[in-house]
């Protein structure tokens, strides 16, 4: 903003802002939109970015919400591919780390589709691709291949709808490989060539303490094969121990490029965003789902999602899409995190029902209440009766709009 | 700032500071007015601006000092006022919440009696607006009348200088109520017509911890009546729960708005200061009070105070303005809050006599020395005996300058 | 910066930073070089601004390294002695207080010395300016005279190269006394005039908790003797108790006109290191002594030094300047403290040796290895044996480039 000329109003500490006095997301974009053409949002609670957006008159860029995502350095590191290799497309880029809290990786998966290029993770044990990132990548980026094997315990591979993503005819842009590594990446015999890495650093403040995970190390011994030669390294930074020191000399490490090119690229974002450049689309792409929400009912399963964090939960209501699934299943708009409910409810005759595949997609989202289980039911004064969905069979494209 | 062109150098952690040191406010502006041409200061001790200011060759801005004012607020608080209703004069506002810590509700008063609002109050229990706040108010801002219901226990009508304040003929401009509100809002039936409603937020930080008090709530419910179409609901922000979030979407919620208007009202004070434009009176109100200082005898009795604090009182001597009223009574010039001393002293005879009504306002403040009791007196080596005020008799207008 | 027209991007709380995430310096640097063109870094850590200099493209202004330096400051002051007394050359300065920790007086020394002032060191009782500060004053800046009293019981004077300091023709530009202050500044008796005292401020945060150091205090009635009458006092600000609040008033007090010098002498420096004005020299000095380095073997033993913090060891060898002297010894680069090897050893060979003086000064630096005793040399997996230094015998210029 400064190389643009602007001038920043900045409160990098939270604990000398408002919300230390209960001040809400939502509220606190209502005054600082006044003080500022455009506001960038950092904040711990997964979805807060998007609750500063509804709320807001000036542009809201996401720059990190908990551990749900952080778009604008997937930005930096899409155009730090682009730079390094020429090209995105066809580029197999193999993900280590912590690809569960680590937000960066679930805005950067997407990224990586959408310009065509294979992905390959390699998690810490326990550390996996968190199941709706997986799930989302496969359902709406289906240009490409997600394999995962069997032996990868967590993988369920049943409750993938792989007859979706898999079989997608588009070509093979996305080999989503889930090996078995515990600590130790050996994903060296898989593959002949590996275009890039993408280091991430164990988020020890978002792992529960105590935790023994031993965390894969990316270094000179690691690369030191000749089909490496080529490879480049990436890391969001900052970094501890899993990035070896002795890649600071090395020309394949290409971190402290892509923390510079990190200026220019949240130039142009901003911008973009400020009507300055034309780099950006005039319109967000059109609504994918269809929106539910009630005051009642089912909320947001994730613990850290913005909707249940004491103070927004006070005047939020939950927002779900309805995902086009056989089973029902809702998925959180601030989070992304997906949740299926068990019961059905009609907010008019309090009857509740168990859903069953058979009932199909609801017609009408404002008449119906969806809840997690018949006790959730029950507590808010609906008995057991029947429930008219008012919908024709569910196909494999309801849910869209 | 930044809108006029100008640059900010902020220091929003009090813990980034040389006051963790140690170092004085007085210190503090002393290396600051170098680097700025202008000071915000806002700080936990009452009174702390003026030290400020007393100190900085650059003029200072209030921006919250402890409890005790939030002058440039109420600036924000008064253009809403008149943004939303066209005029200030004869407007009935009704303050409601913690009257007694709030500090935006310490300036805002002599704001609104400045252009002649109807002032109504309906604090929390315990959370009364300060016994000086309201004597000042009926002693320096006489265009008004106040009403003290002799059921609100706490009100000390007694005390109070009813004669001078109450019976003024030029203007029914202030009515100030002090309802029996026990965490219940009873002002409704009192009254036909709110203009204004100002919630303030519950100061949980300055409040003594487990304190149980029930707060007032204003939302659409309370709201309700027709008389209150028309009213706006102003709060200076944040909010927690006081304030209903159904009155974000209702017109008479203003509080956004008001919260929108601090930008030009802060740019107007700051090219006022700074003489980019004409807007502030050349010269500040003349003195109305003698002034009184020693460096030994009574102190300030509020906590708060920054001349109790650890820092300043190495170097701060208290000040207080010589009311003029029947009982002795001196105003601390950094935080407004009044002591009476017990004890009167001459300073080169050593000796102390107890004040009594008969002997008048001193003529010479240099050669006496006030005590807050007999005690205090012996403690600093006094003894009793006569002491000459050297004055006539005290009149109304004593001390005035 | 603002006044030169330029911005600002801070970050006064390194809990704000990636630092708390186990960034290094040298990580936060080569991240931040790209965001700005000049970088300014205070630091908890002895030659973390040394550290950052290393790694950043750049420039790097010494804001204050843990208890090492401070030569921003230093500018300010000798500024300030310009242009109080209009020349520093001959200039008596009495440095006062907390020698040991107070960073601004490590540099202030050198200063003094290059432009010729006389110094004066007045500590108080057991924070005596740090011996490797008192050497490297009386070995590089040899343009005085250094006396050292016997009956101060800390300053070893048999340990000090003193034929080649103390007996240099050039001019008696500076005299360092160590009197013997118990809490007591009793300085007055030596001393006919003193022509600028410069207090610091005991380094609270720095000392041990519960020393019971009595701290020596400048306030007018110790300026109250006629020959003090034109003495001017400095301090870096900021102060707690040791400089009188009576000086403020007083035309001797020079503090404030010296903190407000602050900011010219600080927009010269950046303008200068950003190339808009020629005020720097275009070369910085020559390197006066051979470097050694070696990543095993002998550490800094500042236990404050960065190589010592757990970030940085991480990555960072250990860097020692190779003195000079009859005894071999080792100045650490980062924070100027020095180490005396008692072994060497061969790295090839895996033999070592005890140092002599007889041995001289190694030839090839890169072939030997220098130990704390014999058992950090058995650790390291060397066995007694003979050592070839491969030099001839030490002459006082050895260790000079």
């Known amino acids: 903003m400064h190389r643009l000329g602007g001038s920043v109003v900045s409160s990098p500490d939270a604990s000398s802002t408002s919300a230390t006095k209960g001040e809400t997301v939502a509220d606190t974009v209502r005054v600082v939109e006044h003080y500022a053409d455009i506001l960038v949002l950092r904040h711990s609670s997964d979805g807060a970015a998007r609750v500063a957006s509804n709320f807001s008159k000036a542009p809201v860029i996401n720059a990190g919400d908990g551990s749900h995502e952080h778009p604008s350095q997937t930005l930096c590191d899409l155009y730090t591919l682009y730079r390094e290799k020429k090209s995105i497309n066809n580029l197999t880029v193999y993900i280590s780390g912590d690809l569960k809290n680590g937000r960066t990786v679930h805005s950067l998966v997407y990224g990586l589709a959408l310009f065509g290029a294979h992905i ?234 168990f859903l069953s595949t058979a009932l199909g997609q609801p017609k009408n989202l404002e008449s119906v209440v969806f809840f997690k289980d018949e006790n959730e039911a029950r507590a808010a004064g609906f008995e057991r009766g029947h429930v008219a969905m008012g919908a024709t069979q569910r196909s494999s494209t309801a849910g869209r709009v």
């Open 120 to 353: 390959l993770f390699g998690p810490a044990q326990g550390l996996e691709l968190p199941q709706h990132v997986q799930l989302r990548l496969s359902e709406e980026f289906p240009g490409g291949q997600v394999g995962i094997p069997a032996t990868h315990g967590h993988a369920q591979a049943a409750d993938l709808p792989i007859d979706v993503v898999y079989q997608t005819p588009s070509g093979a842009h996305q080999l989503a490989l889930l090996p078995g590594v515990s600590g130790q990446i050996d994903i060296r015999q898989q593959l002949d060539q590996i275009d890039v890495f993408y280091m991430t650093r164990f988020q020890r403040e978002r792992s529960p303490a105590g935790s023994q995970t031993t965390y894969p190390v990316v270094d000179r011994a690691f690369l030191n094969k000749p089909k490496f030669k080529g490879t480049s390294v990436l890391h969001p930074l900052p970094r501890v121990d899993e990035l070896g020191y002795d890649l600071d000399s090395d020309p394949r490490g290409a971190y402290f490029r892509q923390a510079a090119y990190g200026v220019p690229v949240r130039m142009a974002l901003l911008a973009g965003l400020l009507g300055i450049e034309k780099v950006l689309d005039a319109e967000p792409p059109a609504a994918k789902y269809r929106v539910y929400s009630q005051s009642l009912g089912i909320r947001c399963g994730n613990d850290r999602c913005i909707t249940n964090s004491d103070s927004e939960r006070r005047h939020l209501k939950c927002q779900f899409e309805l995902l086009g699934r056989r089973q029902m299943t809702l998925r959180c708009v601030y989070c992304d995190h997906e949740v299926v409910p068990a019961v059905v409810g009609n907010k008019k005759t309090k009857a509740y029902d």
